[in-house]
C-alpha cells in the first residue's frame, strides 16, 4: 500500500460527497503540515492522516471512527495511521486515546477549525489572513455561537500537548492560513 496524498485523496472522495467535509479534511490537512513543521515531524504523513480523519463521517456518523478503522485496516493502511485516525475521537465515539504527538495535535485541533472557520465566515472580510487570536477567544466565550464545536475536547487537547489555548488557537490559524483558497477562507478579493 503506497501512503501518498493521491491516494488519501482518492479514499476520501470515495466515501464523502460533501463539499463542507472536504472544505474540512483540507483545512485539517493544513494545520496537520503546519503542527508536524514546526514540531519537526514529516509534514506529508501528518497532513495526510489529518486529510482522512473523518474519512466514514459522511458515509457511517454513527460508527464514526469505527468505519474508519475497518476501511483502513481493509485496505492494508498501517496501523499507526489507523490508531491517530480512530483516535481523535476519544471519549466522544472511541476509546482509542491519543498518544503521539501527532494523534494529540489532530484531537485538540479538529473541532477547533471549525470554531475558526466560523469566526472567519462572520468577519467582513471573510479571510482568515487578518484573522487574530483574540477573535476567536471572544466567540469561544459566546456560548451560542457555533454550539456545536466542544470546546471542553479543544482544552483537553491543549492541556495533553502542554499548550495554552491562545498559543493552540495560534498555531490552528497559522496552518489553515496555509490552505487560505482551498478552504474558502482567502476573504473577498
Known amino acids: 500500500m503506497q501512503i501518498n496524498r493521491e491516494a488519501a485523496l482518492a479514499l476520501f472522495r470515495e466515501f464523502n ?18 503542527a508536524a513543521e514546526l514540531r519537526g515531524y514529516d509534514p506529508e504523513f501528518w497532513g495526510i492522516v489529518g486529510l482522512i480523519h473523518d474519512l466514514d463521517y459522511e458515509k457511517y456518523p454513527q460508527e464514526h471512527c469505527v468505519k474508519s478503522a475497518e476501511i483502513l ?19 466522544l ?33 471573510k479571510s482568515i489572513l487578518d484573522l487574530e487570536v483574540k477573535s476567536v477567544k471572544k466567540k469561544w466565550k459566546a456560548k451560542g455561537f457555533s454550539a456545536g464545536v466542544d470546546r471542553a475536547v479543544i482544552e483537553k487537547g491543549a492541556s495533553m500537548l502542554e499548550m495554552e489555548t491562545g498559543d493552540l488557537i495560534a ?19
Open 93 to 125: 465515539c472511541s476509546d482509542v486515546e491519543p498518544v503521539h504527538e501527532m494523534e494529540k495535535v489532530l484531537y485538540a485541533t479538529d473541532e477547533l477549525t471549525g470554531l475558526i472557520t466560523a469566526t472567519v465566515l462572520v468577519r467582513p472580510s
Open 171 to 189: 498555531m490552528t490559524i497559522e496552518g489553515m492560513k496555509t490552505a487560505a483558497e482551498e478552504i474558502g477562507l482567502a476573504g473577498s478579493k
Open 17 to 34: 460527497q460533501s463539499e463542507s467535509l472536504y472544505t474540512h479534511a483540507l483545512a485539517v490537512e493544513a494545520v496537520m503540515r503546519h
Open 73 to 91: 485496516r481493509d485496505r492494508g493502511w498501517p496501523e499507526e495511521v489507523v490508531h491517530a485516525v480512530v483516535s481523535h475521537g476519544w471519549g
